[in-house]
C-alpha cells in the first residue's frame, strides 16, 4: 500500500525538478531581452550538461549544465568586443571569475570558462575587440579604438556586463569577484587593478606582460644583435642544450640539490664564456659572435646610451619544447615567436606601415615612439595600488624563473615599484610574489609548475592552490604563505606525482633542509636569501 504512495511522491518530485529547471531555462531565454550599455546580447541559451563545442578549437567535455550568454559591445563606432558570460544552472557558489587572454587575444577563452564553470563560477570571457590568431596584429592597422578596446576597455565593459547578468540571473548579487590570467592576461590583470580597483576582490597575474612597450622594443634591439647586424651571430636552437648544460653545472646545487632547477638564478653567476669554441665550431660550443649574443640575452636589451630597455632572461631551462627556441631562436632566424610578435606590434600598432622592417629600425625611435603611441593604452606600470588596495582587493603576481617570453626580472621590477611607492608594511597587506623556479612561460618547464594557476585547477585547498589562497585571502583575511608546487609525470596529472617543492612569498627561497627526500616539498624550507 506505501509503494503507490512512494511512487507518486517520486513522481511529483521530479516534474518538480522538471519545472524548476525549465523555469531556469526560461530565465536564461528571457536575459536576451537585458539592456546593457552599447550592448547587443546575441545568445541565451540553457546549455544541457556534458559537451560544448565552441565556435572554434576543440570541445569541451564534462560541464554542468548552464547558461550561455554571448552579446557584442560597441561603446565607438569602430568597437566590436566579442564577450561571452556562463552562468551555472545550479550549484552556484555566489562567485564570479573572469578569464583573459594570450598574445594578441583574438579569440575567447573557453578552455578557461569551462575549468571555472566545473569548479561552480560564473565565469566570462572577451576577444578583447577582436577576432584573429594571437600573433597577429593587423586588425589593429587604421583602427585606434580598437587598440583601446584590446588594451583595456574590452575587458572592463565585460566584467560590468558579467556582473549585471549575474545579478539578474540568480537575483542575487556577486559575493566575490575575482580574475585569474597570465601572459596578456597577466597584463589585463594589473590593468584592472590599476584603472578599475572596483571590478574585482582578487586577482591572480601571471607572468604579467605589463611594460608592453618596453618588452616588445627590446625584442628589437635582441633581434637585430642575434642575425640582424651580423647573421653569424645567431645561436641555432640546436645549442641551446649545451648553454643549458653549462649554466645548471654552475649553479644547480646553490639550493642544496642537485635536481635540473635553479631555485634562484638572481644569484647564479654563470659565466658563459665556458661555452667558447676552443677550436672547430660544434652544437656543443659558440662561437665568439655567438657567445656575444648569449651575453645580451642575459643581460637585457640596452639603448644607444647603454640604459637597459628591458630585462634579460635567466639561466637554466633555455632548451626543451617550452624554451628559448620557440621564442626567441627558433628553427632559424625569424622563425619564432619574438620577433613575429614585434613586427606585428609595431607595424600595425605603432607605426601604421606594414611594411616596417624589424632589422633596419633604429632602436632608439622604436622605443621611444612605442612609448609614444600606445604607452598610456597598453601599458600596466603604475605602482600605485592605493584604490585597490583601500577597497580591500587582494593581488598575488606569479612568474616562471625560467620564462623565455617575458623576463622574470619585469615582475621582481613592478612588485619592488609597488613596495616602494606604497611602503613594505602596506604592500604586505594586499600583495605577494612567487617565483617558480625552472618554470618557463605560464606553465610549462622542467620545475613545480601546477600550483593552482589559471588552466591547471586543483583540489587540494589553498596549501597545493595559488588561487585558493587569494580567495582566503580575500574572504577570510588570511594572507598566504608557502604554497606547494607540484611537478607531474610528463605533465600529466593520471600519471603520478613527479616532486612537489614549496613556492615562497618572495624574496625568500625553498631550501633543502639537509635530510629527506628531495622530491617531497616536506624537506624544503623558505628562507631569506
Aim: aromatic letters at 10%; one cysteine or more.
Amino acid at each position: 500500500m506505501r509503494m503507490p504512495g512512494i511512487r507518486a511522491l517520486i513522481a511529483l518530485i521530479l516534474i518538480m525538478a522538471a519545472a524548476a529547471l525549465a523555469g531556469r531555462a526560461a530565465d536564461c531565454a528571457s536575459l536576451s531581452r537585458t539592456s546593457l550599455p552599447d550592448t547587443t546580447l546575441t545568445t541565451a541559451q540553457s546549455m544541457p550538461a556534458g559537451r560544448f563545442v565552441p565556435p572554434y578549437g576543440r570541445p569541451v567535455d564534462k560541464l554542468p549544465a548552464f547558461c550561455r550568454l554571448a552579446g557584442v559591445i560597441r561603446p565607438t563606432s569602430d568597437s566590436d568586443i566579442r564577450f561571452e558570460v556562463w552562468l551555472p544552472a545550479s550549484d552556484w557558489n555566489g562567485k564570479f571569475l573572469s578569464v583573459g587572454n594570450g598574445g594578441f587575444a583574438g579569440s575567447i577563452n573557453y578552455y578557461a570558462m569551462a575549468d571555472d564553470l566545473r569548479r561552480g563560477y560564473a565565469t566570462a570571457a572577451t576577444d578583447t575587440g577582436h577576432e584573429g590568431d594571437a600573433e597577429d596584429a593587423s586588425w589593429a592597422f587604421k583602427h585606434p579604438e580598437k587598440v583601446v578596446d584590446f588594451g583595456y576597455r574590452g575587458l572592463h565593459a565585460t566584467a560590468e556586463n558579467a556582473k549585471a547578468l549575474i545579478q539578474t540571473f540568480y537575483n542575487s548579487a556577486v559575493r566575490h569577484s575575482y580574475f585569474d590570467s597570465c601572459s596578456d592576461g597577466g597584463r589585463e590583470a594589473l590593468m584592472e587593478a590599476q584603472r578599475f580597483p572596483e571590478d574585482f576582490d582578487g586577482i591572480l597575474a601571471g607572468a604579467p606582460a605589463n611594460f608592453w612597450t618596453h618588452m616588445l622594443a627590446a625584442a628589437v634591439e635582441i633581434i637585430q644583435g642575434m642575425y640582424g647586424k651580423d647573421p653569424s651571430a645567431y645561436i641555432p636552437s640546436a645549442k641551446l642544450p649545451a648553454i643549458q648544460s653549462a649554466a645548471l653545472a654552475a649553479c644547480d646545487a646553490q639550493d642544496g640539490v642537485k635536481d635540473g632547477i635553479i631555485s634562484d638564478p638572481l644569484r647564479c653567476h654563470f659565466d658563459p664564456s665556458v661555452l667558447l669554441c676552443k677550436g672547430k665550431d660544434s652544437r656543443d660550443c659558440l662561437t665568439a659572435p655567438q657567445l656575444s649574443t648569449l651575453k645580451n640575452l642575459y643581460a637585457g636589451a640596452q639603448d644607444s646610451h647603454g640604459k637597459q630597455i628591458f630585462p634579460g632572461y635567466m639561466p637554466g631551462a633555455e632548451d626543451g619544447p617550452a624554451g628559448w627556441a620557440p621564442w626567441i631562436t627558433g628553427s632559424g632566424p625569424g622563425k619564432a615567436s619574438g620577433p613575429v610578435y614585434a613586427e606585428n606590434y609595431f607595424r600595425y600598432m605603432v607605426f601604421q606601415d606594414p611594411a616596417w622592417n624589424l632589422l633596419s629600425a633604429n632602436v632608439d625611435i622604436t622605443e621611444a615612439m612605442a612609448d609614444e603611441k600606445t604607452g598610456a593604452i597598453l601599458n600596466a606600470t603604475d605602482p600605485d595600488l592605493g584604490r585597490f588596495r583601500t577597497r580591500g582587493g587582494k593581488l598575488i603576481l606569479y612568474h616562471g624563473w625560467n620564462d623565455p617570453a617575458i623576463s622574470p626580472l619585469n615582475t621582481i621590477n613592478y612588485y619592488n615599484s609597488v613596495v616602494a611607492k606604497m611602503g613594505a608594511k602596506n604592500a604586505d597587506s594586499f600583495l605577494r610574489l612567487y617565483m617558480v623556479p625552472g618554470m618557463q612561460h605560464c606553465f610549462p618547464g622542467p620545475g613545480p609548475n601546477w600550483f593552482g594557476q589559471t588552466g591547471h585547477p586543483t583540489a587540494k585547498g589553498k596549501a597545493y592552490g595559488v588561487f585558493d589562497a587569494l580567495e582566503e585571502w580575500v574572504e577570510k583575511g588570511t594572507a598566504p604563505g608557502d604554497v606547494i608546487a607540484t611537478k607531474y609525470l610528463e605533465d600529466d596529472v593520471a600519471k603520478g606525482v613527479q616532486m612537489t617543492r614549496p613556492l615562497c612569498p618572495y624574496p625568500q627561497i625553498a631550501r633543502y633542509k639537509g635530510t629527506g627526500d628531495t622530491n617531497d616539498a616536506a624537506n624544503f624550507v623558505c628562507r631569506a636569501p
